[in-house]
Each structure stands twice: as C-alpha cells, then as structure tokens.
Nanobody
Framework: QVQLVESGGGLVQAGGSLKLSCVAS????????MAWFRQVPGKEREFVAS???????????NHADSVKGRFTVSRNNGKNTVYLQMNSLKPEDTAVYYC????????????????WGQGTQVTVSS
C-alpha cells in the first residue's frame, strides 16, 4: 500500500520560514517524479514545485505571484523523502500543502499524479 505522509506545517508569521517533509512508502521512490501542490477552500489545487526522479530538473510556476525564489524543493532518495523549504512566507501562502508522486507529462497538472498525501496545513499570519 502506497503512503505519502506530509509533516512540518504550522502557524508562522509573515516573513518566516517552514520546511515541509513528505515521506513515501510502498513504492520505489526513485522511479517517481515528486511534486508539491497547495489548495485553499473553494479553489483548485495549485502547482507549487516539482522535481524529477533524481532531482536534476526542478520546475516551479512562472507567473508573477509564484513561489519562485522563495520556495525550494529537494529530495533524498535514500530516505524516500521530498522536502519543500519555504522562506519569506506571505499570508497568501496559507493553504493545505500536498505532496504527490507520479510520472507526469505535464508537471503542473494534478491529474498527472498517481499518489497523494493527506496534506499539511500552513498558515501565515500578517
């Protein structure tokens, strides 16, 4: 049984940092691209970042309000873990953050991912 378990969320003040972790089990971790998405109530799940099997290619959104330059995604295949380091957090980063595993043709599309974690809440106060 495949499980992805996120941790590291919480309440932080604007400008602060958090590091999320996602531990995978029940799959051959190194064979999957990994990604982070986030979601707020009433909105679609939003792509945050992804990286390929060996972590050599990292993708982040290109739009102006994106997390580029503030968030860093990384993975440790020996620990079956993917991380999301979040710096300079803003209130608009408040969301439930999910990790996902898959073999995506389009890395930013949630439908391309096969496995999902249960999510971890990140709340940024102003």
């Amino acid at each position: 049984q495949v499980q992805l378990v996120e941790s590291g969320g919480g309440l932080v003040q604007a400008g602060g940092s958090l590091k999320l972790s996602c531990v995978a089990s029940g799959l051959i971790f190194s064979r999957y691209d990994m990604a982070w998405f986030r979601q707020v109530p009433g909105k679609e799940r939003e792509f945050v970042a992804s990286l390929n099997r060996i972590g050599s290619n990292v993708y982040t959104p290109n739009h102006a309000d994106s997390v580029k330059g503030r968030f860093t995604v990384s993975r440790n295949n020996g620990k079956n873990t993917v991380y999301l380091q979040m710096n300079s957090l803003k209130p608009e980063d408040t969301a439930v953050y999910y990790c996902a595993a898959g073999d995506p043709r389009l890395v930013s599309s949630p439908q391309e991912y096969e496995y999902w974690g249960q999510g971890t809440q990140v709340t940024v106060s102003s």
